[in-house]
């Protein structure tokens, strides 16, 4: 059994950001690129599965700065192979492109089960698993918090508000979008990471793919505007008890 995991990029946690001087995108040359969170959940329940049934993990990324990195890290995580997608300029806010992109990816690869994490900072309403799910022609499940597969089936629980959790069955080959792995992404040593660096060689498959028609643009991104600061109330507990009530009452949350 293949399963492919979809690596997309996020600015690494902790780095300052800055806007481009197009006012559209982050200076991408002022930070490094990552595997985005959710995307490592899907990458280590990939290797979860693997563990478990014996299959083979397949990383892929789109061509772009900080990718082949991003592959590296993959392959120490568990990945068997790596691979890297030229599909030419691609806007990282235009999730239905990107969704084309990994679909043509993987009719090539012939996976038997995609996973792909459940959204990204440029892809915050999670339209890449069901776009991607669409182009392929396959079910699909997202918003997914456990992937286990037996009899060319996979069962994935699925997560509702309320902490409710359902159990699908999807026929394989299926694209399944992760929210949170069965277990926490593993620690890799610097060792292995270096390891990595020096075994990994990602192959490179080249992609064409029409324009989907027309996509948002966006406008202007920019830093959020302080609103204002924190009132920090100081007293014993009872003083700071009052404090809160009238701060409460003055907002009009309490009515007596």
Not at 180 to 200: I, K
Not at 206 to 222: F, K
């Amino acid at each position: 059994m293949d399963i492919a995991v979809a690596v997309r990029l996020m600015p690494k946690a902790g780095d300052e950001l800055e806007v481009d001087p197009s006012g559209t995108d982050i200076d991408r040359e002022l930070v490094d690129m990552v595997i985005s969170e959710f995307d490592d959940q899907a990458l280590e329940e990939a290797v979860l599965i693997k563990e478990a049934t014996g299959a083979a993990v397949t990383a892929v990324a789109l061509q772009a700065e900080g990718a082949e990195d991003a592959l590296r890290v993959a392959y120490a995580r568990g990945a068997d192979r790596v691979v890297l997608v030229d599909a030419g300029e691609i806007d990282a806010y235009d999730s239905r492109t990107t969704a084309l992109a990994f679909a043509e990816a993987f009719r090539a690869l012939a996976p038997d089960l995609v996973l792909i994490g459940v959204q990204t900072p440029s892809d915050v309403f999670g339209q890449t698993a069901p776009a991607l799910a669409v182009a392929l022609g396959w079910p699909q499940a997202n918003v997914v918090v456990g992937v286990s597969v037996a009899d060319g089936t996979a069962r994935v629980t699925q997560e509702y508000a309320g902490g409710r959790l359902a159990v699908l069955a999807l026929q394989l080959p299926a694209v399944v979008g992760v929210q949170s792995a069965s277990a926490p992404p593993r620690y890799v040593s610097m060792g292995r990471l270096r390891q990595a660096m020096a075994e990994a060689s990602a192959e490179k498959i080249a992609v064409s793919i029409d324009a989907p028609g027309p996509a948002p643009t966006l406008v202007a991104l920019a830093r959020p505007e302080v609103q204002g600061g924190a009132t920090m109330l100081e007293g014993d507990a009872e003083e700071v008890a009052a404090q809160i009530v009238a701060v409460l009452r003055e907002r009009g949350a309490l009515v007596s």
